[in-house]
């Protein structure tokens, strides 16, 4: 059993950057699968960004590439979400998931454990 805990989110301007974490417990999390996934209102949750168990092998969707940075610090039990660039589109509530499996996969469902989410707001 994994246990996640994201935290970071906040109210940025446009063009500003944030920085969300997400603790997780539990001894195997170095060989979990991380994902961030965010669901703006009204909108089906979508992928934004994952990465592999030793940290060598990012993903991202077309609309946060170049601007996200996820990383993980396996010591720490901790995976980070590093946004810049911020815009309005951006505003959503974001989760970090892990996954009991090898495969880094960028479909929710494939997902097995999820944080409860921080809210990301990116004002005009």
């Known amino acids: 059993q994994v246990q996640l805990v994201e935290s970071g989110g906040g109210l940025v301007q446009t063009g500003g950057s944030l920085r969300l974490s997400c603790a997780a417990s539990g001894r195997t999390f170095s060989s979990y699968p991380m994902g961030w996934f965010r669901q703006a209102p009204g909108k089906e949750r979508e992928f934004a960004a994952a990465i592999g168990w030793s940290g060598t092998s990012t993903y991202y969707a077309d609309s946060v590439k170049g601007r996200f940075t996820i990383f993980r610090d396996n010591a720490k039990n901790t995976v980070y979400l590093q946004m810049n660039s911020l815009k309005p589109e951006d505003t959503a509530v974001y989760y970090c998931?892990?996954?009991?499996?090898?495969?880094?996969?960028?479909?929710?469902?494939?997902?097995?454990?999820w944080g409860q989410g921080t809210q990301v707001t990116v004002s005009s």
């Open positions: 998931a892990a996954r009991n499996g090898v495969v880094v996969t960028t479909v929710d469902k494939d997902y097995d454990y």
